[in-house]
T-cell receptor, first 114, second 113 residues
């Protein structure tokens, strides 16, 4: 199994509060991703990183920011949580941006915004 | 816009029979396709993939078929086993643009003993 750890596994928070989710990898892979999974939508890309301090937006990036200060850590921050951000969040990694598109996923974080 | 569609939210089959999961995509720029399997409370895991230069790829009980002209792919599981019960996600990607992997909504497969 790919060495990907997400924390926390579960989080309940209130509307308007900031929340940070952490993804830690031990594979030294260059690419890291944050997805959210919602019924009827599958997995949608929030943000991704292609190196330390190199990040870009995905298809549902509004209300989220990310940071990557070390190869192994990728943080997702909800600046002011809303109920629409209640979801399951998955971190993923991949070895290369070209030719190897296989993603390895963490176990997910269940976030509830009340 | 949903560029990858799995129109069947659920599928139920008998153990030992064939399971066929379908997926359609709209963007002809996708040239690499993957299936992921997801159990409850776990992250998706890679199952099988196919490049657009092929029309079939087999791995044991799992076979993926690609019909580029129809922008359609399918996953065949033969024979189906109870342990195959999970949610299956279809994904489409552009390897030169690794960030652009789009997923379908998933199909929940139940294999009955």
């Amino acid at each position: 199994d790919a060495g990907i750890t997400q924390s926390p596994r579960h989080k309940v928070t209130e509307t308007g509060t900031p929340v940070t989710l952490r993804c830690h990898q031990t594979e030294n892979h260059r690419y890291m991703y944050w997805y959210r999974q919602d019924p009827g939508h599958g997995l949608r890309l929030i943000h991704y990183s292609y190196g330390v301090k190199d990040t870009d937006k995905g298809e549902v990036s509004d209300g989220y920011s990310v940071s990557r200060s070390k190869t192994e850590d990728f943080l997702l921050t909800l600046e002011s949580a809303t109920s629409s951000q209640t979801s399951v969040y998955f971190c993923a990694i991949s070895e290369s941006g070209q030719g190897s598109v296989k993603l390895f996923f963490g176990s997910g974080t269940q976030l509830s915004v009340l | 816009d949903q560029q990858v569609k799995q129109n069947s939210p659920s599928l139920s089959v008998q153990e030992g029979r064939i399971s066929i999961l379908n997926c359609d995509y709209t963007n002809s720029m996708f040239d690499y396709f993957l299936w992921y399997k997801k159990y409850p409370a776990e992250g998706p895991t890679f199952l099988i993939s196919i490049s657009s230069i092929k029309d079939k790829n087999e791995d044991g009980r799992f076979t993926v078929f690609l019909n580029k002209s129809a922008k359609h792919l399918s996953l065949h599981i033969v024979p189906s086993q109870p342990g195959d019960s999970a949610v299956y996600f279809c994904a489409a990607a552009r390897p030169r643009n690794n960030n652009d992997m789009r997923f379908g909504a998933g199909t929940r497969l139940t294999v009955k003993p």
